[in-house]
């Protein structure tokens, strides 16, 4: 009878008699090795879950180590330093985000696990998902869809947002853009999702290096790029959302009547940013905090067709833009 | 560089020691953690498969039914900070105790009751129950019928049994998981085990 630890060569007298206590009994022997026996298949399911996780802790990891300082927010900060000073609840906020990429929210959320505001954010993403009404359903054809309207659900982005005098004309395909360029519905709707949740999260030290953050950097470009690519995001435009605001709809008047103007100006000013190689992390909030009496729609329309975000060259597939 | 172990350990000696339980050798081990943090996916596979079941019957004497979820945390966690961990083999599966307890006592704290009642059971019994292919001839009792015997201990006899003899602790490592002394997580398994070991008997006797 051998116990873990007693390998010294005078073992302590009590784990002799620990051993002594298994030895007593045969049935406690059986049950020990029943609790120890090798593992069922059922307890190993949530392997490819965690290998995910790993992978996207150390693609992280790596990229924020050789991560190039860029003018913006945080980049004071060594990434070293700010995953150091990570707290419990600043984690708390990374896993849920991983958890709603990885589809268990349903647990999570119903556990009351999340912070309050992740909780919301999380309960409008999956309660929202659907296209609503009379909204088309998304088409694989590359064509701009409409957004889905748990995009429009998002609350208001924090007063740090770039905006607009109220009265500037909403870009009206803004939203449709967006949808567009990302693989998919649920991409965009995983991105706004985990830019609320960073939103929500108050950009703590070190948010952005944990995993479940890892597919919004990517998206963005690098962490220093978040904070722009959320913000050109669009953030609720609440009745303002057109159903038939297909770009291909043409000129149509910016539907911005109740449009709260700072997300909706703020949106359509980056998506008139031009499409991609360069970073275009700038170029909304520059553009747009100059022009309190200049109408932003021709910007936005300026091309006869949407431009898209820089979250596009992560698909690398470019959307049929003309320009 | 990494030989793969076997998934399902089943060459593994057959002569285990009944404490402790089936484990990687600890040099090899402690190479799977430093090729884990060096980003091989198969070495992190490995450790997941090495300390995964023992951590997730912890959890489920813990925390009940919801342990899988626990479980699943703890990984991100640890996912997250596995570059920073420092240690040899046992230290490593400490660390990962360590942090699950942690999360599955602030859940705990959330649902703010106690994990066993009744009906939670039968889902765990679910959760944890073992492939009936995978039961060898000499266990009389089910994994997940010897989870439930020892869930029945008071929590801290639990804990030490099941650190010491499931996750494979030494007194030491087990003591720094629950904040305890050595001496003091040796008692609390003592009579844990001589609890067990007279419930079993009642149990033959009834």
Not at chain 1, 19 to 44: G, I, N
Not at chain 1, 146 to 161: I, Q, R
Not at chain 1, 307 to 320: D, E, I, L, N, V
Not at chain 2, 146 to 161: D, S, T, W
Request: glycine fraction near 10%; charged fraction near 20%; proline fraction near 10%.
């Amino acid at each position: 009878m051998t116990i873990p630890g007693g390998h010294g060569s005078r073992p302590d007298p009590d784990e002799q008699e620990l051993a002594r206590a298994v030895d007593d009994s045969l049935a406690l022997q059986q049950l020990l090795a029943a609790a120890a026996a090798p593992p069922s298949s059922a307890e190993l399911k949530g392997r490819s879950r965690a290998l995910a996780a790993f992978r996207a802790a150390h693609r992280r990891r790596r990229r924020t180590a050789g991560a190039t300082p860029v003018e913006g927010a945080g980049t004071s900060r060594t990434p070293l330093a700010r995953v150091g000073r990570f707290s419990a609840a600043q984690f708390t906020v990374a896993c849920a985000a991983l958890v709603v990429l990885l589809g268990g929210t349903a647990v999570a959320a119903a556990a009351g696990q999340l912070p309050p505001a992740l909780q919301a954010a999380v309960s409008e993403l999956f309660n929202g998902s659907e296209p609503a009404g009379d909204h088309p359903s998304p088409k694989p054809t590359g064509q701009p869809a409409p957004l889905p309207s748990g995009m429009h659900n998002l609350p208001p982005a924090p007063s740090g947002t770039v905006s607009t005098p109220a009265g500037s004309p909403a870009a009206p395909s803004g939203a449709s853009t967006l949808s567009s360029s990302a693989a998919g519905h649920a991409t965009a709707a995983q991105l706004a999702g985990l830019c609320q949740a960073y939103r929500a999260a108050g950009d703590p030290p070190g948010l952005l290096s944990t995993p479940g953050f890892a597919p919004l950097v990517d998206a963005a470009g690098g962490t220093a790029a978040v904070d722009g690519f959320c913000a050109r995001l669009p953030t609720p435009s609440g009745t303002g959302t057109p159903s038939g605001s297909a770009p291909s709809a043409g000129p149509t008047t910016p539907a911005g009547t109740a449009t709260p103007s700072g997300s909706a100006t703020s949106t359509g000013t980056a998506l008139a940013a031009p499409p991609v190689p360069h970073r275009t992390g700038t170029a909304g909030p520059g553009r747009a905090s100059g022009t309190p009496g200049h109408p932003v729609r021709s910007q936005a329309r300026s091309g006869g067709a949407p431009s898209r975000p820089s979250s596009a060259h992560r698909t690398g597939k470019p959307q049929p833009t003309k320009r | 560089m990494l030989t793969r172990l076997r998934p399902d350990g089943e060459d593994l000696p057959g002569h285990q020691p009944v404490l402790t339980p089936a484990r990687l050798p600890e040099d090899r081990l402690a190479a799977v953690v430093l090729a884990a943090q060096a980003g091989e996916e198969d070495a992190f596979s490995e450790l997941y498969h090495h300390v995964q079941p023992g951590l997730l019957r912890y959890l489920t004497v813990l925390v009940g039914r919801d342990a899988e979820d626990i479980a699943s945390e703890t990984w991100l966690q640890v996912c997250r900070d596995l570059h920073t961990f420092t240690g040899d083999a046992d230290g490593f599966r400490g660390w990962v105790a360590t942090i699950g307890r942690h999360r599955g006592l602030d859940h705990l704290r959330s649902r703010s009751r106690r994990p066993a009642d009744p009906a939670s059971w039968d889902t765990l019994l679910a959760v944890a129950g073992r492939d009936d292919t995978a039961v060898q001839a000499e266990e009389a009792l089910s994994t997940s019928a010897a989870l439930r015997l020892i869930g029945e201990l008071p929590q801290e006899q639990a804990e030490a049994v099941l650190l010491r003899a499931v996750i494979g602790l030494d007194a030491k490592s087990a003591a720094a998981v629950l904040g305890k002394s050595p001496g003091a997580v040796r008692t609390s398994a003592y009579r844990g085990l001589k609890n067990l070991a007279a419930m079993l008997e009642r149990g033959r006797t009834d």
